[in-house]
């Protein structure tokens, strides 16, 4: 569709027909909640759930983005792998503030969360990096994450030397490689209603450390 795009995007509505979101049948912990809907998501075959968006903040002053999945999670945050050289890893590097977005569109559904970012331990980045399929290993080698690549062909030969200097051993992990978990400081959860007034439900710590909720305008 090339003709008529425009008014398409500008007229294109669909009214989200979804039951209420009330504070009182949330969960206490937001980790709970944020489980109950991802099993929920998971059950109605939301395509790739654990696809979060997260942002990181540029020396330059400027946000950026990008998608990756999360693999892990424990009491208090998510985890995900990545190339610590990246241009995220060097940008978490001097500011270790993040927030992770999900959309989940079958469910007319967002999540939002605030943290700080933290490397997990050697072991535990180990021990995610050894369950990878061995050609995501050696990927992991390959690439020189974020940096200008000349051409294609460069890429290849590396993984092909690469591929040869492992021939029929275990793969280990590179350093530049690991796991980051982003320790929840707020949430949001976002439930799309009819006419566009959706439910917002927003999880904060009180000076006790307890978390709250509050209802938002849509
Ligand atoms: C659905 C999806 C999942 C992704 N998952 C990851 C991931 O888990 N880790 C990762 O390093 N890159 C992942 N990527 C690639 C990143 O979006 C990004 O291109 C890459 O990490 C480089 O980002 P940076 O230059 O901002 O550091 C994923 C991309 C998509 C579209």
Not at 58 to 63: A, I, L, S, V, Y
Not at 177 to 189: L, S, T
Request: hydrophobic share 30%; with cysteine.
């Amino acid at each position: 569709m090339s003709e008529g795009l425009e008014e398409h995007i500008k007229s294109e509505r669909r009214d989200f027909q979804n039951e209420a979101l009330e504070e009182a049948s949330m969960q206490e912990n937001p980790m709970a909640q944020f489980k109950l809907w991802l099993a929920e998501a998971i059950d109605n075959k939301v395509q790739e759930p654990y696809a979060m968006c997260i942002s990181t903040i540029g020396q330059d002053g400027f946000p950026s983005s990008r998608m990756v999945f999360f693999r892990e999670m424990d009491d208090e945050g998510l985890i995900f792998y990545t190339n610590y050289k990246s241009r995220k890893g060097q940008e978490l590097e001097q500011n270790s503030k993040a927030v992770v977005n999900f959309h989940w569109e079958l469910m007319d559904r967002q999540v939002n969360m605030k943290g700080e970012v933290h490397k997990v331990s050697n072991e535990q980045s180990d021990a995610y990096f050894n369950s990878r399929p061995r050609e995501s290993q050696i990927g992991a080698w390959a690439s020189d994450q974020s940096q200008v690549l000349g051409d294609r062909t460069e890429l290849e030969a590396r993984i092909k030397a690469l591929s040869e200097r492992f021939e029929g051993k275990e793969v280990s992990r590179p350093e530049h490689w690991g796991g980051y978990v982003i320790r929840a400081k707020e949430w949001e959860f976002w439930q799309g209603r009819s006419s566009r007034l959706h439910d917002r439900i927003r999880y904060r710590k009180d000076e006790k450390g307890n978390w709250q909720k509050e209802r938002l305008n849509p």
